[in-house]
């Protein structure tokens, strides 16, 4: 199934559950026997259902709801889902206000409820049948033919994409150094090895439907041979060019009479963009530093009695790695230093609360890559100093993915640029929710982190039971 298909399909279903939603809320609503009021009201919610429909359709669209564009995440998803159905929400109920039409605002109020609950559902049993069809062996088992990280994160992305039909069976490296001299990580692993001239053959004997090649920055001519071999048997040949700039950059593909170009546009916003976001910044920033007050309170005033401070300010590289003063907790980072207080009040970023002053200010803002130490920022590569194109945010891409301050900011770069590719004040709101659901996971001792890729092995074509990965190392003659 294409992912236009799918994204009709689903439209489909949500039309459907929205007519279904309708009738389970005014029956919460009225009951089940109907008298001659409970029809009237019937007929004031029908203009409703076709308001439903048509913005509804206009949401689907426009906005990524269907829960696979950007990698399969049920936090992503019920965040989207519930921004929208809120949008939906508000439109019906300013329509109805402005229309004069009389209809039963708690009936309206449970049929987005019960919306709202059936869109989730419908999409993680499209996740679900997507995944079973690929255990099944309805996806394209697919090979990797490189190694390194950028390897295993297409093989994660994949894994997220069931409605992309494939299955990544293993990966494919080859090298020329002998057996021994490997110190790598992988090679303490069960491997299979073979000459790069049988491993078209092994290919074929474990069926595989794609290889994808992850070019290194020396690529072995055979790879060349290996491809072109593949070909032959009938096997489709991907290429992943080995440069960051390639997948963290909108990329623009022209064909010049059989030789593809690659143009590559540089992350970052626009003024409007900017300027939108700045006012979301000052609307938003207000409510919550409002809110946060009663939290906030109590929490500084027990780091008085204790600790004698109840905030601290620290310095962080912000806009273009502009130095400013970032206000927070006055709490340790490191846990044999602190109090069980302190570790709870750490381990739920209420340290962090503080900063909607800095939001407020201008400093930062309360989605972007998250600031760090000028010690780090002097050591960053010239990718990573792409982080600084933004001010910086209270929670961002990264954080959401449960990434924090210990993670190297080489991890945590490359969520920050994928947020400059799709930035906008969508995605701001929802990985906002998103942050609300991280908070929540992680006070259930539970998170929404990337799974660990489970690589099928290949007992079947050499005759032991104890290889995990498959093709790994395939060395050349």
């Not at 009695?305 to 620290?314: I, L, N």
């Not at 206000?327 to 570790?343: C, G, K, Y």
């Not at 002097?378 to 209270?394: A, D, F, H, I, N």
């Not at 994928?418 to 906002?432: E, F, I, P």
Request: proline share 4%; glycine share 8%.
């Amino acid at each position: 199934m294409s992912q236009r298909r799918l994204l009709i399909a689903l439209l489909v279903a949500d039309l459907l559950w929205s007519l279904g939603a309708m009738c389970v809320a005014f029956a919460l609503r009225y009951g089940v026997h109907w008298d001659s009021l409970s029809k009237e009201s019937a007929l004031h919610l029908v203009p409703f259902v076709g308001a439903t429909w048509l913005i509804w359709s206009l949401f689907s669209f426009l906005l990524p709801l269907d829960g696979f564009r950007g990698g399969w995440r049920l936090s992503a998803v019920v965040s989207q889902l519930l921004l929208a159905v809120s949008g939906l929400m508000m439109i019906l109920l300013s329509g109805g206000y402005l229309a004069r039409a009389y209809v039963s605002r708690l009936a309206l109020g449970e049929f987005c409820l019960v919306l709202f609950a059936g869109i989730v559902l419908i999409r993680w049993a499209s996740f679900l049948v997507l995944q079973a069809r690929s255990r099944n062996g309805w996806a394209d088992r697919v090979v990797i033919v490189g190694g390194g990280h950028l390897a295993r994160e297409l093989a994660r992305k994949i894994q997220r994409h069931p409605e992309m039909h494939r299955r990544v069976v293993g990966f494919l490296t080859m090298d020329d150094r002998p057996s021994g001299s490997r110190t790598s990580a992988a090679s303490s692993e069960p491997s299979l090895r073979a000459s790069a001239l049988g491993t078209v053959d092994i290919l074929s004997a474990q069926q595989t439907d794609e290889v994808i090649l992850v070019l290194e920055e020396n690529a072995p001519p055979e790879l060349l041979k290996l491809a072109a071999a593949c070909r032959q048997r009938g096997i489709k040949v991907s290429l992943v060019p080995q440069f960051y700039e390639l997948y963290l950059s909108r990329s623009l593909l022209t064909d010049f009479s059989g030789i593809p170009v690659l143009e590559l546009a540089r992350p970052g916003l626009t003024v409007p963009a900017l300027a939108g976001k700045r006012v979301l910044d000052l609307a938003l920033g207000t409510f919550l530093a409002l809110a946060s007050v009663p939290l906030l309170a109590p929490l500084a005033i027990a780091l008085r009695c204790m600790k004698g401070r109840a905030f601290r300010w620290e310095t962080r590289c912000g806009f273009h790695g502009k130095p400013f003063a970032m206000l927070r907790l006055n709490v340790d980072r490191t846990a044999s230093t602190t109090s069980r207080f302190e570790a709870f009040v750490r381990e739920f970023s209420f340290t962090e609360l503080p900063q909607l002053w800095n939001v407020l200010r201008g400093d930062m803002s309360l989605v972007g890559p998250r600031p760090e130490s000028r010690d780090r920022v002097c050591r960053y590569s010239e990718w990573q100093q792409q982080r600084l194109t933004v001010k910086p945010g209270m929670t961002g891409l990264a954080q959401v993915q449960g990434l924090r301050e210990q993670h190297s900011s080489e991890e945590k770069t490359r969520f920050d640029l994928q947020y400059l590719l799709n930035c906008s004040l969508w995605t701001d709101l929802s990985l906002l929710v998103q942050t609300v659901w991280t908070l929540v996971t992680r006070s259930l001792g539970r998170g929404d982190s990337i799974p660990h890729l489970q690589l099928l092995g290949t007992a079947e074509a050499i005759g032991s039971d104890s290889q995990q990965d498959v093709l790994e190392h395939a060395h050349r003659p």
